[in-house]
Nanobody, 124 residues
Framework: QVQLVESGGGLVQTGGSLRLSCEAS????????MAWFRQAPGKEREFVAR????????DYADSVKGRFTISRDNAKNTVYLQMNSLKPEDTAVYYC?????????????????WGQGTQVTVSS
């Protein structure tokens, strides 16, 4: 079992930056592959980025590639999402997710545990 708590969301202007954090409970955080998803009003939850248990492998949605960076600190049981050059279309609730699967897909169904979400709003 792992519990996830996101923080760092807020209101930012176009072109600005935010860093989201997701702190996990439990002593086995380093064994989980982690990801960030987001959900805008009226839309389905979509994949943003993922990182392997070691931090050695990362993947990004095309829409955020080059602007967002996912990272993790296993000593702090925390995964981060650095978001730069934010656009109004990045506005959404951002969710942290964890999975014990060795090779998770980019679908929500691959992830066992979810945080409560943090709101990111980018004004134009």
């Amino acid at each position: 079992q792992v519990q996830l708590v996101e923080s760092g969301g807020g209101l930012v202007q176009t072109g600005g930056s935010l860093r989201l954090s997701c702190e996990a409970s439990g002593r086995t955080f380093s064994s989980y592959n982690m990801a960030w998803f987001r959900q805008a009003p009226g839309k389905e939850r979509e994949f943003v980025a993922r990182i392997s248990w070691s931090g050695g492998s990362t993947d990004y949605a095309d829409s955020v590639k080059g602007r967002f960076t996912i990272s993790r600190d296993n000593a702090k049981n925390t995964v981060y999402l650095q978001m730069n050059s934010l656009k109004p279309e990045d506005t959404a609730v951002y969710y942290c997710a964890a999975t014990s699967r060795l090779f998770p897909s980019m679908n929500t169904t691959s992830y066992n545990y979810w945080g409560q979400g943090t709101q990111v709003t980018v004004s134009s």
